[in-house]
Nanobody, 123 residues
Framework: QVQLVESGGGLVQPGGSLRLSCAAS????????IGWFRQAPGKEREGVSC????????YYTDSVKGRFTISRDNAKNTVYLQMNSLKPEDTAVYYC????????????????WGQGTQVTVSS
């Protein structure tokens, strides 16, 4: 029943940075691993990053490793995705999702999803 709301997307130039936020209401994120996914028009949903319930374990897909950083502040019921050195190929709608089972890159194992926030990297 938890609701997730993403924010922080926008239009940036290549090499720029954005910080996405995923805020929860109707429940606490303490019980969930959180994943960030993205989907560009005509392409499949892609797992970008995920973080364990306590924040002690993180995962990044190879294409963003070294550029993106996921973190969580359970006291604020919020998960963040810091995106640096953005590239045009990062352009997509970014979604956060919560999994009751644990951190995973399999979108089928996530229980709650936000509506997404648009990230456009324009050259």
């Amino acid at each position: 029943q938890v609701q997730l709301v993403e924010s922080g997307g926008g239009l940036v130039q290549p090499g720029g940075s954005l910080r996405l936020s995923c805020a929860a209401s109707g429940g606490t994120l303490d019980y969930y691993a959180i994943g960030w996914f993205r989907q560009a028009p005509g392409k499949e949903r892609e797992g970008v990053s995920c973080i364990s319930k306590g924040g002690g374990s993180t995962y990044y897909t190879d294409s963003v490793k070294g550029r993106f950083t996921i973190s969580r502040d359970n006291a604020k019921n919020t998960v963040y995705l810091q995106m640096n050195s953005l590239k045009p190929e990062d352009t997509a709608v970014y979604y956060c999702a919560a999994s009751m089972r644990g951190s995973t890159s399999d979108y089928r194992l996530y229980d709650y999803w936000g509506q997404g926030t648009q990230v456009t990297v324009s050259s």
